[in-house]
Every structure is written in C-alpha cells, then in structure tokens.
C-alpha cells in the first residue's frame, strides 16, 4: 500500500476524500474568539457569545449611559474580567499581546466525523460530510457544544496527479478567451 492514505488518488474513496478534507488548511483552521474588555456597545454586550461568557461569570458588564464616539445607540457597556475570568483567560492570553484592544483566542479545532456519501460525475465531484467543533480550552468548551454535528458538501476535482479539493468556484465551460481574462494571479 502506498501513497495517500492506502488508496490510489487516482479513484476517490471516502477514505481518501476524508484525509484530503482533513488535511486541507482551510478545514485545519482554529476558530477563533475575539475577547473585547473596556467599552462595548449594547449589541456586543448582549451576543450569544458574550452571554456565555456572562452566564460562566466570566466577564461582568457595567451599564454606561455616555458612549464614546462610533459605540451607539446608547447605553454602552464596560466590560471587566471577573476574577474567575482572569483565571480562565490568563493562560490564553499571549505574553506578546499589547492587552488593549480585542485579544484573538484559538478556542476549538474542527473534527473530521464522517463522509456521508460521494456523487461523481466524471472529473468533478461532491463529497458529504459531517464535522464537529473539538474544543481547546474551557472558553471553546463553553462556547462550542461538541455533541452538535454539521453537515457540509466539498466539490472535488480529478487532476491528472489525483482527485483535490476545490478551494474556489470551478469555471467550467469558459472559452479560452474568458479563461484568459478570468486568470487569477498565483506564486511561482
């Protein structure tokens, strides 16, 4: 057995279409939660994010009712880390980061659960799957749910190296007149 994942790249099984979704980039990208201190208006305050973070106890608001300039309508709120917060968060928090501002937090990795089904038709076909949130610290455990799955489709393309995913629109049936206009610039 030899090459990708003990299937040649040349037919696409569900193995090989899950090793490919799996190791794509776009599918191994952290999620990423952006905590906001300091003063936040009333539809920041009140998202189901930052609800979570009140609920847990993490984070506690102190209603404003002068806003600052580009935060309204009124009321505004100033957003503090309770001390359950600061023990939560502080290991998360970069030592590099300048803490003002948002602070980006990588909270959960997607997981691979299955590919529920393949339709090829020729070079081109659609992979069905399921994923779920895996969470990476107690913010992206209270955040995301693990027990729900999603479902998406993937469109794939048969190369003359093997089958890829698509990471963009596929052009088909464009004259080469198009095609030349429609040309993308990419890196040598």
Same mark, same amino acid.
């Given at each position: 057995?030899?090459?990708?994942?003990?299937?040649?790249?040349?037919?696409?099984?569900?193995?090989?279409?899950?090793?490919?979704?799996?190791?794509?980039?776009?599918?191994?990208?952290?999620?990423?939660?952006?905590?906001?201190?300091?003063?936040?208006?009333?539809?920041?305050?009140?998202?189901?994010?930052?609800?979570?973070?009140?609920?847990?106890?993490?984070?506690?608001?102190?209603?404003?009712?002068?806003?600052?300039?580009?935060?309204?309508?009124?009321?505004?709120?100033?957003?503090?880390?309770?001390?359950?917060?600061?023990?939560?968060?502080?290991?998360? #928090? !970069?030592?590099?980061?300048? +803490?003002?501002?948002?602070?980006?937090?990588? *909270?959960?990795? $997607?997981?691979? /659960?299955?590919?529920?089904?393949?339709?090829?038709?020729?070079?081109?076909?659609?992979?069905?799957?399921?994923?779920?949130? #895996? !969470?990476?610290?107690?913010? +992206?455990?209270?955040?995301?749910?693990?027990? *729900?799955?999603? $479902?998406?489709? /993937?469109?794939?393309?048969?190369?003359?190296?093997?089958?890829?995913?698509?990471?963009?629109?596929?052009?088909?049936?464009?004259?080469?007149?198009?095609?030349?206009?429609?040309?993308?610039?990419?890196?040598?």
């Amino acid at each position: 057995c030899s090459g990708l994942a003990c299937s040649p790249r040349d037919f696409l099984t569900r193995r090989l279409a899950a090793d490919l979704i799996s190791a794509s980039e776009t599918f191994k990208t952290t999620q990423v939660f952006w905590l906001r201190t300091g003063i936040v208006s009333n539809r920041d305050f009140n998202s189901p994010d930052s609800m979570v973070l009140q609920h847990r106890g993490w984070i506690i608001g102190t209603e404003q009712k002068k806003c600052p300039p580009g935060v309204d309508p009124p009321p505004c709120w100033d957003v503090l880390l309770s001390p359950l917060g600061v023990d939560v968060f502080r290991p998360l #928090i !970069s030592d590099t980061s300048p +803490g003002i501002g948002p602070m980006s937090l990588h *909270v959960a990795r $997607r997981e691979l /659960v299955n590919i529920t089904g393949i339709s090829k038709a020729g070079t081109f076909a659609d992979v069905e799957f399921t994923w779920r949130w #895996i !969470s990476l610290n107690p913010v +992206g455990a209270a955040l995301y749910d693990e027990g *729900v799955h999603y $479902r998406s489709t /993937v469109g794939f393309r048969s190369y003359d190296d093997g089958w890829r995913v698509v990471n963009e629109a596929v052009k088909t049936n464009q004259s080469l007149e198009e095609a030349l206009r429609n040309a993308e610039p990419t890196a040598p």
